[in-house]
T-cell receptor, first 113, second 111 residues
Framework: KAGVTQTPRYLIKTRGQQVTLSCSPISGHRSVSWYQQTPGQGLQFLFEYFSETQRNKGNFPGRFSGRQFSNSRSEMNVSTLELGDSALYLC????????????FGEGSRLTVL | GIQVEQSPPDLILQEGANSTLRCNFSDSVNNLQWFHQNPWGQLINLFYIPSGTKQNGRLSATTVATERYSLLYISSSQTTDSGVYFCAVELLRSNTGKLIFGQGTTLQVKP
């Protein structure tokens, strides 16, 4: 059974650009959540989707957005990139409606120059 | 908001030694997971343990929900156990997949 797949794995952008990251959950999982990991702030929750609905959002500016498609795949977008957005972005999926064990992908490492 | 504190922040062991990592949390939770972050950044599931005790090979974990702490035991440590260990919790009645992570314990196992 395939795990959580995130693309791209690595990317470099410049300030002011935008970026879209993709996440394919484990087959049958309907909940997808996103996390940002930085050396200074650690792992922080961005948002969670279930059945194409955003049910919870972390304390991030509106430049961070996401969506979920009918096949449970999810994308997150960061517009007007800032240097501080450089981070490892991790996606997790869960079988149940948000509760239960979360499984993480390998992450997308974003560098903003 | 809920606080998740892990101790110790850093731990250095000789191969073969045993260790205990601790996670304290400040509110009632309905989900608690332990992860090991590999060198490439992926969070590897170790235990899903909102309460009780589980064992998987040389690793075991215990969560005492009423006292708001969890322990991860590593026995006969190996160099491959090196890395960062995270505890993460979800608030009771949250039901939205929002995990709150501790700051992690960085473990180095020396040969």
């Amino acid at each position: 059974k395939a795990g959580v797949t995130q693309t791209p794995r690595y990317l470099i952008k410049t300030r002011g650009q935008q970026v879209t990251l993709s996440c394919s959950p484990i087959s049958g999982h309907r909940s997808v959540s996103w996390y940002q990991q930085t050396p200074g702030q650690g792992l922080q929750f961005l948002f969670e989707y279930f059945s194409e609905t955003q049910r919870n959002k972390g304390n991030f500016p509106g430049r961070f957005s996401g969506r979920q498609f009918s096949n449970s795949r999810s994308e997150m977008n960061v517009s007007t990139l800032e240097l501080g957005d450089s981070a490892l972005y991790l996606c997790a999926s869960s079988l149940q409606d948000g509760t239960g064990e979360l499984f993480f992908g390998e992450g997308s490492r974003l560098t903003v120059l | 908001g809920i606080q998740v504190e892990q101790s110790p922040p850093d731990l250095i062991l000789q191969e073969g030694a045993n260790s205990t990592l601790r996670c304290n949390f400040s509110d009632s939770v309905n989900n608690l997971q332990w992860f090991h972050q590999n060198p490439w950044g992926q969070l590897i599931n170790l235990f899903y343990i909102p309460s009780g005790t589980k064992q998987n090979g040389r690793l075991s974990a215990t969560t005492v929900a009423t006292e708001r702490y969890s322990l991860l035991y590593i026995s006969s440590s190996q160099t491959t156990d090196s890395g960062v260990y995270f505890c993460a919790v979800e608030l009771l009645r949250s039901n939205t997949g929002k995990l709150i992570f501790g700051q992690g314990t960085t473990l180095q196992v020396k040969p």
